[in-house]
């Protein structure tokens, strides 16, 4: 389409949560304290993993990959809204917005990924307990993360790069407190089909074919945890997955309930999609901490040494 009769925008208008400047007040001092607590919980629970020796197996060090995760997903999202909710011009610059598009796409996809290869760790600690070392080798964990990591970097990569063949013009308004691939589509008037396509088939392969995994992993377990015949090793064995499985659910879901939704900005989809980038990174690490008695003793340990330290 021809660009002449068009003006060409160079930056967008979030609409946020409220108009109303009492209530942007009110919801920037809660949205402050729910990323303060959020990066000091996932800041703790990375201190706690690598200071404390009784953590180094490759569960809490895909935890602690998790926690830096979560870490860059809040980042990547709370600072623009808490920016814009004390702010007069909501704008964000079309580079700010694609940038903003890429770390959470990647963070995000990263983080299926990672939950996929925590299944198979659970799935490997339970079905075969005397292989488990052997299994689950110090190099097999760094690749299976590292993996985890480029297969977010690459989805996100080519997302992002057809986004920015863009032609943005018209409408700049963006019915949300930041910025997602669904938002962009009806300010483009680019031909947006094979962006459209690219993401559906990167949504179902990474999206689904990671909750696949998750679902074929826990199959055995939930088979080899009910042959157990006493009922406290069922529940011991149970216990090393709830947390897992808790996040799991926690995720999926939120993005599930954030992404079938159609790009409305109601406010049913704006509170998914707070679920989905503010909450679960900041009840991840509490999630992991209450449910976990080692992480419990292990964070005790840690802030006694740094005690001791300081005093």
């Known amino acids: 389409m021809a660009l002449k009769n068009h ?11 409220s108009a109303d400047p009492h209530v942007q007040t009110l919801l920037f001092v809660l949205f402050l304290g729910i990323y303060i607590l959020t990066l000091m919980g ?36 709370v600072p623009t809204l808490l920016k814009n909710l004390l702010s007069q011009k909501k704008t964000i610059s079309v580079g700010g917005c694609l940038a903003q598009v890429f770390f959470v ?11 996929s290869v925590m299944a198979y760790d659970r799935y490997v600690a339970i079905c075969h307990p005397l292989l488990y070392g052997q299994m689950m080798s110090n190099q097999l964990c760094k690749g299976l993360v590292w993996g985890s990591w480029g297969l977010g970097f690459l989805d996100a990569f080519i997302n992002i790069l057809l986004t920015m063949n863009f ?7 963006i019915p949300h407190y930041s910025c997602d691939l669904p938002s962009l589509f009806p300010l483009s008037c680019s031909d947006v089909s ?8 990167s949504s179902i392969l990474h999206g689904i074919g990671t909750c696949f995994l998750i679902v074929y992993s826990y199959i055995p377990i939930v088979s080899s945890i009910l042959s157990i015949s006493s ?9 090393t997955c709830s947390s897992h499985l808790t996040v799991v659910f926690l995720f999926y879901g939120s993005v599930f309930l954030r992404y079938l939704m159609p790009v409305s900005g109601s406010p049913l989809e704006l509170i998914f999609s707070i679920q989905y980038s503010v909450i679960t990174p900041l009840v991840n690490p509490v999630i992991y901490s209450l ?13 006694r040494k740094c005690f001791q330290y300081i005093m």
């Open 7 to 17: 003006s060409v925008i160079f930056e967008f208008i979030l609409l946020g949560l």
């Open 42 to 77: 996932n800041l703790l629970m990375l201190l706690v993993v690598r200071a404390d020796s009784h953590l180094h197996t490759p569960m809490y060090f895909f935890l602690s990959h998790l926690s830096f995760l979560d870490f860059c997903f809040s980042s990547a999202t």
């Open 105 to 115: 796409f990647e963070s995000g996809g990263t983080e299926a990924c990672l939950l």
């Open 167 to 173: 032609d943005f013009c018209g409408d700049k308004s």
């Open 194 to 201: 094979t962006n459209f396509a690219v993401l559906l088939c």
């Open 231 to 239: 009922s406290s090793g069922r529940s011991k064995a149970f216990s």
């Open 291 to 303: 449910k976990n008695n080692e992480v419990k003793a292990a964070v005790r340990r840690t802030l």
